[in-house]
């Protein structure tokens, strides 16, 4: 896709730049910086508004343990506990070795599957803290061929 040297294109150039790159890196916001003509401080201005953008690289694998109501009740917490120890890393944080990244949410809507953890677009219902080191040990071996 092809962007016009417009300001008013900050934002699609952006997500664009994400979906390349999986984050916009310090290289992608200086090439945007130069492409549009304004500063990295004002791209940095805007990109750090919304929530979308990442600065740092994720992991191959994007650990979401829903804390919601439901999923809360159900054990929610000893699952996100679980996890962090199995991937040694706490939410936000990525593996050594860029395999996963982990974040917690507030609700992914499959309060009938509570508890819940998404890897990537995948929903791993019922969960517990063993399911839940099952479900990485199979992504840790196989990696998306799951």
Wanted: aromatic fraction near 8%.
């Amino acid at each position: 896709m092809q962007f016009m040297k417009d300001r008013a294109n900050l934002i699609p150039i952006l997500q664009k730049a994400q979906e390349a790159e999986g984050y916009l890196s310090p290289q992608a916001i200086a090439e945007i910086s130069q492409f549009l003509d304004i500063s990295e401080n004002d791209i940095y201005s805007v990109a750090t508004f919304y929530a979308l953008f990442r600065f740092t690289r994720p992991g191959d694998h994007i650990v979401k343990v829903c804390l919601g109501t439901a999923c809360h009740v159900r054990g929610g917490e000893r699952i996100l506990e679980s996890v962090e120890r199995e991937l040694n890393i706490r939410c936000g944080q990525t593996t050594d070795d860029f395999k996963f990244s982990m974040e917690r949410v507030a609700c992914v809507g499959c309060c009938a599957l509570a508890p819940v953890v998404l890897v990537d677009q995948d929903v791993h219902s019922k969960m517990t803290p063993a399911k839940a080191k099952e479900v990485l040990a199979r992504y840790k071996t196989h990696g998306e061929d799951i």
